[in-house]
């Protein structure tokens, strides 16, 4: 009785023979496959430089920069001082807090503003005022938050005309981009480098002109 053994060669791969020839073969595959990887991770960074110049261009069209405007102007003969915040920059401003502040005192609304800062009756509401926090303002517009004729009182006029260039005023403001980027500054400064802040914090006396809740 005979019994047949199957047996199994193993293959390996071809080689030519000679050494040299084949060690050649050998290390230009293995100087492929290591080029090969060098372009894959040369094109991932080139793909992630791509995508971060994409991201920084995008925040570029979306960056918003406040300043502040005040002066006086004549229309049909009528001369007022206007205090504005403008959008100078590209992208709209979220303005999240507002404080204005007279040597060293913040203050809530135009009326104790101007009382404080040029001797105005408190009990007199004649003058021109809007709100500033809270709004959002689109590149290229400005916000008159505060607006005083010289008919209304003389010697009010002039002590404002003083206040809005004074050093003792200081108008704070935090604002965001749409994408959340927010920065704060004191926009008296004329500043072209606000504060970049991760998020805007409500001050203690936010002017608001009285019409948001303080508990908020």
Same mark, same amino acid.
């Given at each position: 009785?005979?019994?047949?053994?199957?047996?199994?060669?193993?293959?390996?791969?071809?080689?030519?023979?000679?050494?040299?020839?084949?060690?050649?073969?050998?290390?230009?595959?293995?100087?492929?496959?290591?080029?090969?990887?060098?372009?894959?991770?040369?094109?991932?960074?080139?793909?992630?430089?791509?995508?971060?110049? &994409?991201?920084?261009?995008? %925040? =570029?069209?979306?960056?918003?920069? !406040? *300043?502040?405007?005040?002066?006086? /102007?004549?229309?049909?003969?009528?001369?007022?001082?206007?205090?504005?915040v403008h959008n100078t920059g590209v992208g709209p401003a979220k303005v999240e807090s507002a404080e204005l502040v007279w040597k060293g005192v913040a203050y809530r609304g135009g009326t104790e503003f101007l009382s404080a800062c040029c001797g105005h009756d408190p009990a007199l509401l004649d003058f021109d005022s809007d709100l500033l926090s809270n709004m959002v303002l689109r590149a290229g517009l400005n916000?008159?938050?505060?607006?005083?004729?010289?008919?209304? &009182?003389?010697?009010?006029? %002039? =002590?404002?005309?003083?206040?809005? !260039? *004074?050093?003792?005023?200081?108008? /704070?403001?935090?604002?965001?981009?749409?994408?959340?980027?927010?920065?704060?500054?004191?926009?008296?400064?004329?500043?072209?480098?606000?504060?970049?802040?991760?998020?805007?914090?409500?001050?203690?006396?936010?002017?608001?002109?009285?019409?948001?809740?303080?508990?908020?």
């Amino acid at each position: 009785m005979s019994i047949d053994v199957e047996t199994h060669v193993a293959h390996h791969g071809h080689k030519t023979g000679h050494n040299w020839v084949d060690m050649v073969v050998a290390f230009s595959a293995l100087f492929i496959s290591v080029v090969s990887l060098g372009v894959a991770i040369l094109h991932g960074h080139t793909m992630e430089s791509m995508a971060n110049a &994409n991201a920084r261009l995008v %925040a =570029a069209n979306s960056w918003p920069f !406040l *300043s502040y405007g005040a002066g006086t /102007n004549t229309v049909d003969g009528v001369t007022s001082i206007h205090m504005r915040v403008h959008n100078t920059g590209v992208g709209p401003a979220k303005v999240e807090s507002a404080e204005l502040v007279w040597k060293g005192v913040a203050y809530r609304g135009g009326t104790e503003f101007l009382s404080a800062c040029c001797g105005h009756d408190p009990a007199l509401l004649d003058f021109d005022s809007d709100l500033l926090s809270n709004m959002v303002l689109r590149a290229g517009l400005n916000i008159e938050f505060l607006g005083f004729k010289k008919s209304t &009182n003389p010697a009010v006029f %002039a =002590a404002l005309q003083r206040a809005i !260039l *004074s050093r003792d005023l200081q108008l /704070n403001v935090c604002y965001c981009s749409i994408f959340d980027e927010c920065w704060k500054s004191n926009l008296t400064t004329l500043s072209l480098k606000p504060e970049q802040v991760q998020a805007c914090v409500r001050p203690k006396v936010p002017f608001d002109q009285g019409l948001l809740d303080q508990n908020i």
